[in-house]
């Protein structure tokens, strides 16, 4: 049977009602579908046709060195994916942060002759305009963060594929391979972007095992080099996934403790004294009251440094969940 008739009957066997709330979604949603000849898919439902053909574009051009569930298909905005039966991966159990490197490092050698760095210039605006529409930055701020990236960002960067969120739980084990789970966070950025979340969530000892698998395929000098550049890059990148959720209607999103982290870390790298942040966070704790409160009383109480309230949200001592950008 042909796989574009495979795709059509995978699509319809779909519940309605959750393609038309992914319709209206921000974000891509995943269900799944089993046919009555007992297979599994995997369906990943794109808010619309030209996501959804971007990312099938990025896996078509890494599936020869980076393995993922088979790709059956797409359906306007459905990518079909078969079923795969994987192990989970866990940090310090074998070579997982060195395989999680060397994926990032296979990536960088993907590079894009037809993105350039001014249309990712002119992304960064615009992810700041949500940001301003949704409250998570105040617009005050807008023009330091603009002139900061301005001063930050390298003249000649690199600009090649990427992944943004290389942590365990997006990557399986399925017979000795290692499997990429979750295409929605392929991306085509500045080089060394997808390193960020490790290097802040990851401990000393497990980060340099990424950057060790890494460096087996690509180097990292330029990451090195350009941190401060791509951490501040990193940081509006995942307010504006966060701010996504936030008008899918995710719970408790301005509760998270990435959120204000990154938030804070933006307005210090943008210019903002300790009494500026100090009065920007009030606002913010104004505007959403109960979601403070959950902040506050669950993890401000407690003694334990800002690196470590995040390491602890990735842990399972602080509940993660709807916590991953």
């Not at 990032?104 to 037809?114: I, S």
């Not at 295409?183 to 401990?203: A, C, N, Q, Y």
């Not at 501040?232 to 403790?257: C, E, Q, S, T």
Request: aromatic fraction near 12%; include cysteine.
């Amino acid at each position: 049977m042909p796989e574009r008739v495979v795709v059509n009957d995978i699509v319809a066997g779909l519940d309605s009602e959750e393609k038309q709330r992914s319709s209206c979604a921000e974000l891509p949603q995943k269900s799944s579908v089993t046919t009555e000849d007992g297979s599994s898919f995997k369906v990943r439902l794109y808010p619309n046709a030209a996501w959804a053909t971007r990312q099938e574009a990025l896996i078509q051009k890494i599936e020869a060195d980076v393995r993922t569930p088979r790709l059956v298909g797409r359906l306007d905005r459905y990518l079909v994916f078969e079923h795969m039966d994987v192990g989970p991966v866990h940090l310090g159990e074998g070579d997982s942060e060195v395989h999680i490197g060397r994926f990032l490092g296979r990536l960088a050698t993907y590079t894009d002759e037809d993105m350039t760095a001014e249309q990712l210039d002119v992304e960064f605006r615009d992810w700041l305009s949500v940001l301003a529409k949704v409250g998570f930055l105040p617009n005050r701020l807008r023009r330091s963060v603009i002139d900061r990236y301005e001063q930050l960002r390298p003249v000649d960067p690199q600009i090649c594929m990427d992944y943004w969120d290389a942590m365990p739980h997006n990557f399986g084990w399925h017979l000795d391979e290692f499997v990429l789970l979750d295409e929605k966070h392929l991306r085509t950025s500045f080089e060394g972007v997808g390193l960020v979340k490790p290097s802040i969530l990851l401990d000393e000892k497990e980060f340099d095992s990424v950057i060790r698998g890494y460096e087996e395929n690509a180097s990292s000098a330029f990451y090195r080099r350009s941190y401060s550049f791509l951490r501040f890059y990193y940081w509006v990148a995942a307010l504006y996934f966060y701010a996504l959720r936030d008008m899918d209607g995710v719970k408790h999103i301005p509760a998270n403790p990435r959120l204000r982290s990154y938030r804070l870390g933006l307005m210090r790298e943008a210019g903002a004294g300790l009494f500026r942040r100090a009065v920007e966070e009030l606002f913010f704790s104004v505007l959403h009251p109960w979601d403070s409160i959950i902040f506050y009383v669950n993890h401000m109480l407690e003694p334990l440094s800002w690196f470590n309230v995040l390491r602890r949200a990735t842990s399972g001592v602080i509940d993660a969940e709807g916590y991953e950008t």
